[in-house]
């Protein structure tokens, strides 16, 4: 019968079926509609065709009026077509909605409507929804939604293309009024709801994150255990910079329910993207709720075409994210982007007007250098400070912000800094920001690690070419050091240059730091650090020499203040360290020798045998100088409070540089205490020397009390800058240290320290810088993420490796506690985007639209059956609307159609034996046990099916009695109205 459909005469195949519907007026009778242009309404009980329309433009969707007799088509060129059922030759009005009449009158030419809704209201004009049909005159234009009711016709443009829609309605019945309140947008990278009850058409608040991938994810990170004002604070930032114009009506669509279980700490995951912009996530139990998003690319002026490093590398997206650092307590926030800037904002309930201020260090590094094992490179002690310097090496003059002369470009960094007075709203607001400059006509090398401290007021990052801290506070920089100049006279392995260089002319001379204060005050006066800000000029002196070479800017200090002497500092020791710095290289970098240090925990092949024989025995100098060439990376920093030499009987504050070849450096520095003079006194930085050897690169530091307790980092309290200052109460900063020696039992005891590496992990008993446990994680992969987290009040080391293993050991023990093969590395993303936080979770970027969270906490999944909730609520269905007497004769009724009387074997018989014939087989006992299980199943059917006769048979004895008691009231209500009106005469009616 299907065949009939299309009638023999038909002479060109009609194309697919793009419309199947049963009419809203008998459920009996299906509209099909062809993609060629026919149409076809196929009587199911008759098995034939009502009627059959042949038109001329193809088809792409049907939408049926509620009562039946009408019908609306849309098709390829754009137009609408309106079909009534009495008269099916032709169309009963054609409509071009987007086709404006040009000059010689012709329309012209639209896009395909692809999809039509044809929804009629009770207090209004009917609606008219589809999706295309715009014109072609204009190239580039965005898809739109077109909403036609009565003659008002409104173009929604989307920022995706449009997927699917769908038009909500107050009743689920096609054959009632449909009264549509909303149309819900499936676009291709985001959902959204129409408000169809306002004039305007304004979109509802999506509660949902659904722009996770609205721009590429390039790095994560999760935290676990926040404090419980953070993301309140943040939602209500968040909710106040959200665009205007929403419905004012809640979100229309409902169902599911979810459950947080025993689970209540607060979680956020911070996920940074391609186009520089940042996102806040509550990841509370098992929710995803984004709180607040802040834009990276609005401290910096918009690139030109053909400049910056985007033209010189090929970037497309030159303010993409790269890492991240947050103290929640005090609420900084620091940004480390591909174009090797960083950019520290804090936190404000309070719009400001604020200039930003930038600084620009010149981080580069002398060239490259060959290593060879030196003959204590096994020895598994931190050494001390030799009396011995390296020597030094010369350069040729560059100015600052000028070209060499080859044209190449030379001290300018790759973006430009907004240099005028900006608004800002409540939230994240820059505080500096600070770049990495071009030197002798190459890039800046990315910046491979970050570290700062709210207590100290100190941001330390580090890349391939060396290492740098910044005081934030003060808005300088305090150290710019090449990796080599940190070892001092204890570098573990002997540099040799490749060839014989030619002699440069010095610029400047070497400066030998010393404990002498007058030879540190004579240095610190000749180096003034210069800063781009907000036009004042401050005095910024620095303990180590950094000249015009290694920080510009665009106003200097002429003049520096010495460190008074009589001030109080925290002890550095009894013995301060030697260095020589040397002046400022402009080695000739290659790009292709960069790449080493773009994936620092990733190995290259060509380095990985060199960290394998760095422990094996010391060869010929001529040999390892050809197997282990290579440049060396700082790959992670941590700062805290722990002890810079053996002799310190307090712990100082610290900074712990890991390098790529497994190198451990302590460097000490010297804060002052008192607030006034922290903020105008420098901060003194003294490398110590102590070099400790690892396996592979360094990923990892954390510490412990001698209890195996966790040593959280000190940090400030949040304090608003921007709020208004009260007299009686002046702001000052609030820390908070999480010392060992802060208890009596501790005191004097000292901590451990935890390093992990791509290979192995030690933990070390400061201040004796003594080894106490080692454990080599992996001999046949390598770590890719490590961390050292809190889990049911304890501490462990949680590793990931490339072979895809997660593993946990012991603290301080380093004992293995489960290796569990999970997820093998198929894809750089989860390398790059794999993070551990406290409480036993993790997570990762599983593909470019979804975060895995992961747990290895046996607490958690316990209770996960708890947290997982119901994805769709159970509910009524509501009764169909009582259609009157006067309506259903006039309009006609609905028929009903029991489908079962068509496709039921018993109502459509059995095929025909020419189409199908059964030949028994040798089934034996499984034909019997078939035989069987049919048989319980036809006596399943069947009792079910007596089951629902028999609740049909009460139904109709409960109508059944329900119109006796009707028909008992008419009697009566006659009866009555007889008794009344049988007396009276014709007249006294």
Not at 18 to 27: A, I, M, R, W
Not at 534 to 559: A, E, I, M, Q
Not at 808 to 817: G, H
Request: glycine share 8%; charged share 20%.
């Amino acid at each position: 019968m299907w065949n009939k459909a299309i009638e023999l005469s038909t002479k060109t195949h009609p194309g697919p079926v793009v419309h199947l519907s049963d009419s809203p007026k008998d459920e009996g009778k299906l509209l099909v509609g062809f993609e060629g242009g026919t149409i076809v309404q196929w009587d199911l009980r008759a098995k034939k065709a009502d009627f059959r329309i042949y038109y001329d433009e193809a088809i792409h969707s049907v939408s049926w009026h509620h009562e039946g007799k009408q019908f609306m088509c849309s098709h390829s060129d754009g137009s609408l077509t309106l079909w009534n059922l009495r008269n099916t030759t032709k169309p009963f009005q054609v409509t071009f909605p987007h086709g404006k009449i040009q000059k010689d009158g012709r329309k012209e030419s639209c896009k395909p409507i692809l999809k039509v809704e044809y929804k009629t209201s009770r207090s209004s004009e009917p609606f008219v929804i589809f999706s295309g049909g715009l014109s072609y005159d204009k190239a580039g234009r965005r898809p739109a939604l077109t909403i036609m009711h009565g003659k008002a016709i409104t173009v929604l443009e989307m920022d995706y293309p449009i997927v699917e829609f769908m038009v909500l309605c107050e009743t689920p019945y096609n054959n009632e009024v449909q009264d549509p309140y909303a149309v819900v947008v499936l676009l291709e990278k985001d959902l959204i709801v129409v408000d169809l009850t306002q004039s305007n058409f304004p979109v509802f608040e999506n509660p949902y994150p659904m722009d996770i991938h609205e721009s590429p994810v390039t790095c994560t990170a999760y935290f676990a255990d926040c404090p419980p004002d953070i993301i309140p604070i943040l939602y209500s930032i968040g909710a106040k910079n959200k665009k205007t114009g929403y419905s004012h009506k809640e979100w229309p669509i409902g169902g599911g329910t979810w459950t947080l279980g025993s689970h209540t700490y607060p979680e956020i995951i911070i996920t940074g993207h391609a186009d520089g912009s940042i996102k806040f996530w509550d990841a509370s139990a098992f929710t995803l709720q984004m709180l607040y998003k802040l834009k990276t690319s609005k401290v910096f002026e918009k690139p030109k075409p053909g400049e910056g490093r985007a033209a010189e590398l090929g970037e497309e997206d030159p303010f993409a994210v790269q890492m991240v650092s947050w103290c929640p307590h005090s609420r900084i926030f620091c940004v480390v982007g591909i174009s090797a800037h960083i950019i520290l904002y804090r936190f404000s309930k309070y719009d400001a007007n604020t200039q930003i201020v930038s600084l620009e260090v010149r981080l580069q590094c002398e060239p490259e250098d060959i290593i060879t094992p030196s003959e204590n490179e096994n020895n598994p002690c931190f050494s001390e400070p030799g009396s011995h310097s390296p020597q030094p090496h010369h350069q040729y003059p560059v100015s600052p912000g000028s070209r060499t002369p080859d044209g190449a470009r030379d001290s300018i960094p790759c973006l430009k800094v907004k240099d005028k007075m900006v608004r800002v709203p409540p939230g994240y607001q820059s505080d500096l920001v600070i770049q990495l400059l071009w030197v002798d006509g190459e890039p800046p090398q990315q910046i491979t690690s970050l570290d700062l401290n709210s207590a100290y007021g100190l941001l330390a990052f580090g890349n391939c070419n060396g290492l740098a801290v910044v005081d934030y506070l003060q808005k300088t920089v305090i150290l710019c050091i090449s990796t080599l100049d940190l070892y001092g006279a204890t570098d573990p392995y002997q540099r040799l240059t490749r060839s014989p260089r030619r002699n440069r002319q010095s610029t400047s001379g070497l400066t030998e730091l010393t404990d002498n204060q007058q030879s540190i005050d004579m240095e610190r006066s000749k180096s003034p650090t210069s800063v781009k800000g907000p036009g004042r000029k401050l005095s910024l002196p620095t303990d180590l020499k950094t000249d015009l070479d290694h920080v510009n800017g665009h106003c200097t200090s002429p003049t520096s203040q010495p460190c008074s002497a009589g001030k109080p500092r925290i002890p550095m020791g009894p013995e301060g360290p030697r260095l020589t710095r040397r002046g400022p290289g402009r080695p000739p970098f290659r790009k292709a020798q960069s790449a080493a240090c773009m994936e620092i925990s990733l190995p290259v092949s060509h380095t990985e045998e060199s960290r394998e024989n760095s422990f094996s025995r010391s060869r010929s100098s001529s040999v390892s100088s050809i197997d282990r060439d290579t440049k060396e990376a700082i790959t992670t920093l941590q700062f805290g409070e722990s002890y810079g030499r053996k002799s310190d009987a307090l712990p100082t504050p610290c900074l712990w540089v890991g390098t790529s070849l497994g190198v451990v450096i302590l460097i000490p520095l010297s804060i002052p205490t008192d607030h006034e003079e922290r903020m105008e006194d420098p901060v003194t930085v003294g490398p110590s020397g102590a070099v400790q050897m690892l396996k592979g690169s360094v990923l990892r530091f954390g510490f412990l009390d001698c209890n195996g307790a966790l040593i959280q980092s000190p940090y400030e309290v949040w304090r608003d800058l921007n709020a208004p200052e009260d007299p009686d109460r002046p702001r000052r900063r609030k820390l908070v240290h999480f010392s060992p020696s802060s208890s009596q039992d501790a005191f004097g005891e000292g901590h451990l320290a935890v390093v992990c590496s791509e290979r192995q992990a030690k933990v070390f008993l400061m201040p004796s810088q003594s080894c106490l446990f080692v454990h080599n994680i992996t001999e046949s992969s390598f770590v890719l993420r490590a961390d050292v987290v809190s889990l049911c009040n304890s501490v462990c080391l949680a590793c990931f490796c490339a072979n895809g293993h997660v593993m946990t050991l012991s603290l301080p023990s380093l004992r293995p506690l489960m290796d569990v093969n999970y997820l093998p590395l198929t894809d750089m993303r989860i390398a790059r985007t794999f993070c551990f936080t406290n409480e036993g979770q993790a997570l990762y970027l599983s593909s470019p639209t979804e975060i895995q969270r992961i747990t290895y906490s046996q607490e958690m999944c316990d209770n996960l059956q708890e947290m997982l909730g119901e994805l769709f609520t159970p509910i009524e269905t509501p009764e169909a609307q009582n259609r009157g007497f006067l309506k259903g004769f006039f309009g006609g009724n609905a028929h009903t159609f029991d489908r079962e009387e068509l496709f039921g074997e018993a109502a459509a018989g059995k095929a025909s034996r020419s189409l199908a014939q059964h030949i028994p087989g040798q089934g034996g006992v499984e034909g019997m046990k078939v035989a069987a299980s049919g048989a319980v199943g036809e006596l399943a059917r069947a009792r079910i099916a007596l089951d629902e006769r028999g609740q049909r048979l009460g139904e109709l004895e409960e109508r059944t009695a329900l119109m006796m008691t009707s028909a008992e009231t008419f009697s009566k209500h006659a009866h009555e109205m007889m008794l009344k009106c049988k007396d009276k005469k014709w007249y006294q009616f």
